[in-house]
Nanobody, 122 residues
């Protein structure tokens, strides 16, 4: 089992940037990813990468603006979010996959963080 703790959310104006971090403890040999959930909407995939970091995936809505990275020495994963838009407003969740394959759907996720709020004002 792995425990995940997110940090770095907040309020930012449209066009601004935020960097989310997720610290993992316990068993950490998993692929990692980020999902988000806006009010009244289902939780959706944002970005993910394999345990090796060689396979990286992004949702079309964030491609070119967000960058996911991981540090296997520090057991952490990060999401750099640039050119933020009001539609990026959501609670962002760190996710650990069930395997070393990048988690891109909800069934792929074995553990969730508690979530961090990101609010983008227009």
């Amino acid at each position: 089992q792995v425990q995940l703790v997110e940090s770095g959310g907040g309020l930012v104006q449209a066009g601004g940037s935020l960097r989310l971090s997720c610290a993992a403890s316990g068993r950490t040999t998993y692929a990692m990813g980020w999902f988000r959930q806006a009010p009244g909407k289902e939780r959706e995939f944002v970005a993910a990468l394999s345990w090796s970091g060689l396979s990286i995936y992004y949702a079309d809505s964030v491609k070119g603006r967000f960058t996911i990275s991981r540090d296997n020495v520090k057991n952490s994963v990060h999401l750099q979010m640039n050119s933020l838009k009001p539609e990026d407003t959501a609670v962002y969740y760190c996710a650990a996959g069930l395997t070393r394959v990048a988690p891109k759907t909800l069934p792929d996720v074995g553990s969730w963080g508690q979530g961090t709020q990101v609010t983008v004002s227009s």
